[in-house]
């Protein structure tokens, strides 16, 4: 008799505590759960032993990568359900200790045993990262951490990105969505360049320069002179030919560099868009230090970075299980209060924060399609396992994004000299 489904499904109940919001159809065909749902497909008993083995999140991440778990129907809304019972109850869940003492749950956990056949462990996917936890924010550890997300092929990012090849949040018009993903990211590196005040004869420094967007855009519109820096290898090889394509090598510098090498300041402005998320706590206070003493007396900062908000308790914070071993290795969140006292303690005065949190939901969903569109040859280019973490990152951050959970700011900074002229208009939003 085919009953696999209705079984897990009764387990799944017994664990979590809460009625199942998904389909299920397990791998002998047997179906159970609410109709009109999306569909979570359990395609043999594997997918159950990463659940036993790493339970909640990296274990249903192994799955889905592995290709033994997959969503038939709308992904997103499979994921609003699920939601519920993985992120969004985190600080309410028990400590393994104190559920075995349960007995229900004890029982549950002897049927999913069952269910699963013999529980021996199965090989993570070969795209899971796996180092040590030691070490981190080193130069040597950065780089391999930004070669394992970047450096996956230049053919690949162009499928998700699109032209602008900007991988970072857009700047769309109200309401959205009109426009294409191209004009939206145009928009984002125009107001930039208009918080930083660029104009011919200044100089800007981009940190972590991706595939050279924001430098060709400084370049080309505004006549600046410009140095970009990344650590990845395939990044600064395809930023070069695009600059060469332009006819801006006289404007524009690529480096491979890490930041705590740069030095040959100062510098009129910098951008740092998308950057910080990789610097790390420990290393923040010093990445902003790097950065004030880089820019001349009265020269701007445009800091742009995804931030969390504060826990209450901010030593229990850990970095997300499934982005650090799938898709930023050793990235890092903050509250935006503690980025800003971090600039503000290194030197900076700042002089305005923009939220756009709604806007990088928008530009993850045109990720999303993109994907999705251009699936076939995005499996081709890096294999199905690396597009499946790539579709299950962005779907789930657009969530994450719309929900609050995240968001995404721009910090405007100004290394203020001792006469106090910050150069800033009196009203200073004159950008928008």
Known sequence: MADAAPRLKGILEQLTGAPLPVRIR??????AGPPDTPTLV??????LRHLLWQPGELGLARAWVAGDLVVEGDLYAALGHLAGLLWERDEETRPLTQALRDPAFRSAVRGLVGLAGLPLPPAPPPEEVRRPRRGLHTKHSDRRAISHHYDVGNDFYEIVLGPSMVYSCAYWPAPPPRGTLEQAQHDKLELVARKLALAPGRRLLDVGCGWGSMAVHAARDHGVSVVGITLSREQAAYARKRIADEGLTDRIEIRVQDYRDVADGPYDAISSIGMAEHVGSERYLEYAGVLHRLLKPGGRLLNHQIARRPQRDETSYRIDDFIDAYVFPDGELAPLGTTVSLLERSGFEVRDVESIREHYAL??????????????RAVALTGPGRARVWLLYMAASALAFERGRIGVNQVLAVRTPESGDSGLPLRARTWN
């Open 26 to 31: 397990a791998w002998d065909g047997s179906q």
């Open 42 to 47: 359990v395609r043999n008993r594997r997918a």
């Open 363 to 376: 530009t993850l969903r045109r990720w999303v399609a993109n994907l999705e569109s251009g699936w076939s």
